[in-house]
C-alpha cells in the first residue's frame, strides 16, 4: 500500500480540487483521507455517506463544580488566559479562552475544579459518492487541529486499505507547515506540491517543501493556473529543477475548474476539457513512478 | 552500539512504523548484549501536540546511538537528536525491523 499526500503550503490553489479528482481517476484502488480538518470540504465533491461517527477528543478544559466552589478567586488570580470569569459573583470557566493547563485545579482549595476531556469534533468513516471508503473529521467551532487527529484519520484510513487491500492511501492534506502537516506527511511515500504562479504560492512552496525535504520524501509539483503569470511559472519550474521535484504538469487557468465548483463536481467529470487530460496524466506519473 | 528501530510491533519480524514522533514502538537493540527492548510509545500518540520532540526525550533516556526509521524525524526532533549526538538512518519504512537491521549492517540506509 502507498500512500499519496496532497499539500500546498498555500491555500487557495486547488489542492482539494485536484485531490478529488485523484480519488476519482483511482475509482475502486483508493481509500481517500482528508486531513485538512479545520476546513474540510473534500466532502462537499465526493458526497459521502457516513457509516460510522465518533467523537473526538484533544486537550482539555477546566470544569468548576459549582456546589463545591467557595467563591475564593484563587484560580481568578492565577489564570494566565483570562479564562475564569465572574458572573454574578460565580465562578464560572470560559470554554473558549481555557487553554486547559490545569493550574486553578492545582490552586483551588476546595479541589472543586478538574481537567475534563475536550471534545473537539468528530471523526467519521464514510463511502463517497464513487462508493470508495472516506474517511473524514469536522473540527467544532474555536478547536485547533493537531497531529493527533491528523495521524488518528490517516490511521483509520490505512488500516481500512490494509483491510480491503486497496494500493493507494490518498490524503489531502494539512495546510501550513505546523505540527498537522507534520503528521500529514509522517509516512508518506508520495507527496504533490500544489501551487500557482503568485509571489505568495512560490513562498509557500518553497517553505512547505522545507519539511518534505526533511522527511526525504520523494514529490511532485502541480503548477495550476500556470498561465497567468509566466514569469513566476518559471521560477517556480527553476526551483522544481534544482530540488528535484519532478514536474508533473502545468494547468491552465479554466473556467472549467470554476464550473465544476459550482456543480459540486470534480473538474475530470466535466468532459472534454484540456485541465482533465493534464491530471489524469499526472495521476499516471504519480502510479509509474511508486509502481 | 545501541540501536533503537520506530516499529508497528514488538518482534524482529514486526513491520517497521516509517514515522519517528508518533511511532507505535520503540524497539532497542543492544548489539553487545543482544537484548531487545521495547519502549511503548502510545503515551506520546495521546498527545495532540509536539510528538516528535516528546520521543526524541526517549531517545536521550535510552541512551541510544543510532536511530533505525523511515521517513526521518521532523525538524524539532532532529534538533534534539543531532544535540545528542544519535546518528538516524532513514528509507526502512516498509521494511520488517529484521530488514532494517540487515540493511543497515550493509550500509544500504541513507543518513538523515
Redesign the interface.
Known amino acids: 500500500m502507498k500512500e499519496i499526500v496532497v499539500i500546498s503550503g498555500k491555500g487557495g490553489t486547488g489542492k482539494t480540487s485536484i485531490t478529488a479528482s485523484f480519488a476519482v481517476l483511482a475509482g475502486d484502488d483508493v481509500v481517500v483521507a482528508d486531513c485538512d480538518v479545520d476546513a474540510a470540504d473534500m466532502h462537499i465533491l465526493l458526497q459521502p455517506e457516513n457509516i460510522k461517527s465518533e467523537d473526538f477528543y484533544?486537550?482539555e478544559l477546566a470544569v468548576i463544580d459549582e456546589d463545591a466552589c467557595i467563591q475564593c478567586g484563587k484560580c481568578f488570580d492565577v489564570c494566565r488566559f483570562d479564562a475564569v470569569e465572574v458572573i454574578n459573583d460565580v465562578h464560572t470557566i470560559n470554554e473558549l479562552s481555557c487553554e486547559g493547563c490545569g493550574y486553578c485545579a492545582r490552586v483551588c482549595p476546595t479541589e472543586a475544579i478538574t481537567n475534563e476531556p475536550l471534545n473537539v469534533g468528530k471523526w467519521h468513516v464514510a463511502n463517497t459518492r464513487f462508493n470508495q471508503p472516506f474517511v473524514h473529521a469536522k473540527l467544532g467551532i474555536g478547536a485547533d487541529n493537531?497531529?493527533?487527529?491528523v495521524?488518528q484519520v490517516k490511521n483509520i484510513a490505512k488500516e481500512t486499505a490494509n483491510k480491503n487491500n486497496k494500493p493507494y492511501v490518498l490524503v489531502d492534506g494539512s495546510p501550513g507547515v505546523g505540527?498537522p502537516v507534520?503528521?500529514s506527511?509522517?509516512?508518506?511515500h508520495f507527496v504533490v506540491l500544489v501551487t500557482e504562479p503568485s509571489v505568495s504560492g512560490l513562498h509557500d512552496l518553497k517553505r512547505v517543501y522545507e519539511?518534505v525535504k526533511?522527511?526525504?520524501?520523494k514529490a511532485g509539483c502541480i503548477i495550476n493556473k500556470a498561465d497567468i503569470n509566466k514569469d513566476i511559472a518559471s521560477e517556480i519550474l527553476e526551483f522544481l529543477k534544482e530540488e528535484d521535484i519532478v514536474h508533473l504538469s502545468n494547468l491552465p487557468y479554466d473556467e472549467t475548474f470554476t464550473k465544476a465548483m459550482t456543480d459540486c463536481k470534480t473538474i475530470v467529470e466535466i468532459d472534454d476539457s484540456k485541465i482533465k487530460e493534464a491530471i489524469s496524466e499526472s495521476w499516471e506519473k504519480i502510479k509509474e513512478i511508486l509502481n | 552500539m545501541k540501536i533503537v528501530f520506530t516499529t508497528e510491533g514488538t518482534e524482529w519480524e514486526s513491520k517497521m512504523d516509517p514515522r519517528f514522533g508518533r511511532a507505535k514502538y520503540f524497539m532497542v537493540f543492544d548489539e553487545e548484549t543482544k537484548e531487545l527492548i521495547p519502549l511503548d510509545n502510545g503515551d506520546v500518540e495521546g498527545e495532540a501536540h509536539g510528538a516528535g520532540p516528546k520521543a526524541a526525550r526517549k531517545m536521550a533516556e535510552a541512551k541510544v546511538e543510532v536511530l533505525i526509521t523511515g521517513n526521518g524525524p521532523g525538524g524539532n526532533a532532529s534538533k534534539v537528536l543531532e544535540k545528542l549526538g544519535t546518528v538516524s538512518y532513514i528509507g526502512a519504512g516498509d521494511m520488517t525491523m529484521k530488514e532494517a537491521y540487515e540493511a543497515y549492517k550493509n550500509g544500504e540506509l541513507d543518513k538523515a
Open positions: 484533544s486537550g493537531s497531529g493527533k487527529l495521524a505540527c507534520v503528521s506527511l509522517s509516512g508518506a519539511l526533511k522527511f526525504r520524501i
